[in-house]
């Protein structure tokens, strides 16, 4: 669906775009990539790697609204995927983060709808769900408002969905890389925050794959969660350095024991498919939706009431031997 098409992809300097882009080149023959981003030498490093015809490389950033309608003419479909993403750093500065995930993500919708876009998947996370720290917070209030979007779209044909999924393997600012340069640099222990620590584990080209099928499954306002495995912490970091001892650090401000992606009070908006979960908007549209049935005709069911997709109690949890393969092939 992405042949002759032009697609643009906010954030895209980052580890999602980055493996995005690279999937999209190989599979398909987009007629225009415009990458937008406000980093220019993440943009020139890229340049040198995507330099395929199609590709396009606009600096900018969500918070201009200007910006983002230049750079959204002509476009069928966007990936927002641009965000301010450090829990710590979310806490110590909540009006910057405000600013690009909320503020952003208002400024995404009115570009795409004064363009025409047909479709825009806006990338979430777990800590959206039931958050306790600011950037989950900004993040659930960024969902609400791409939801919401499908009726302020009015008479246009955008339309607009959500994807959200956990812990990406080895992207920038999670545990894997964190320990790989521990070990890398000698240390003599491992830091984990809790013993329990549970989260949900998803490679970057899962998470790119579920994008690009959400795209055609998408009638607008659904909230995509795909059905990943959990790991244990603790499991990770015998993998990683099975020699190491580990220190307990305790849970960093705003951080949680357990992630959530479907809470038990969203059950009753909750869609069970065959490898992922829809959750329906709580808004009704002007025009009915059927979301038992997707658009490539996937059939889904209800959730039993008291549904939750908790990462400690997800019934498939990877084992040791897991880990060390998903390891070594992100290595």
């Not at 917070?137 to 339309?159: C, E, Q």
Request: glycine content about 8%.
């Amino acid at each position: 669906m992405f042949d002759n098409k032009a697609i643009l992809i906010t954030g895209g300097t980052g580890s999602f775009g980055r493996k995005f882009i690279r999937m999209l080149l190989e599979r398909y023959q987009p007629r225009r990539v415009v990458v937008f981003s406000r980093d220019e030498l993440k943009q020139y490093e890229m340049q040198q790697e995507f330099n395929a015809p199609c590709m396009r490389y606009f600096l900018g950033d969500v918070r201009d609204g200007e910006r983002l309608k230049q750079a959204m003419r002509g476009i069928d479909y966007v990936v927002h995927a641009a965000a301010l993403k450090q829990v710590p750093a979310a806490e110590y500065n909540p009006t910057e983060c405000i600013r690009t995930n909320v503020s952003g993500a208002e400024h995404v919708i009115n570009a795409a709808i004064e363009n025409g876009v047909e479709k825009v998947i806006a990338l979430s996370t777990d800590k959206a769900a039931s958050p306790i720290n600011l950037y989950g917070a900004t993040k659930l209030l960024s969902d609400k408002l791409f939801v919401a979007a499908n009726n302020i779209a009015g008479g246009h044909k955008t339309r607009f969905s959500v994807v959200r999924y956990g812990n990406v393997v080895g992207s920038r600012g999670s545990v894997v890389p964190l320990f790989r340069k521990l070990i890398a640099d000698g240390a003599t222990e491992l830091p984990i925050t809790d013993a329990r620590m549970t989260r949900f584990w998803i490679t970057l080209e899962q998470g790119v794959e579920f994008v690009l099928r959400n795209f055609a499954r998408m009638h607008g306002g659904e909230t995509f969660v795909p059905k990943i495995p959990s790991i244990r912490i603790v499991d990770l970091a015998r993998v990683m350095a099975p020699q190491l001892p580990h220190k307990l650090v305790g849970i960093r401000p705003g951080e949680k024991l357990h992630e959530l992606m479907v809470p038990r009070d969203a059950a009753f908006q909750t869609l069970e498919f065959h490898d992922h979960y829809v959750i329906r908007p709580t808004i009704s549209f002007t025009a009915e939706v059927n979301y038992l049935l997707n658009q490539i005709g996937e059939q889904g069911q209800g959730v039993a009431d008291d549904f939750e997709y908790s990462s400690e109690t997800n019934p498939h949890f990877l084992d040791e031997a897991d880990i060390a393969a998903l390891d070594k092939a992100t290595a």
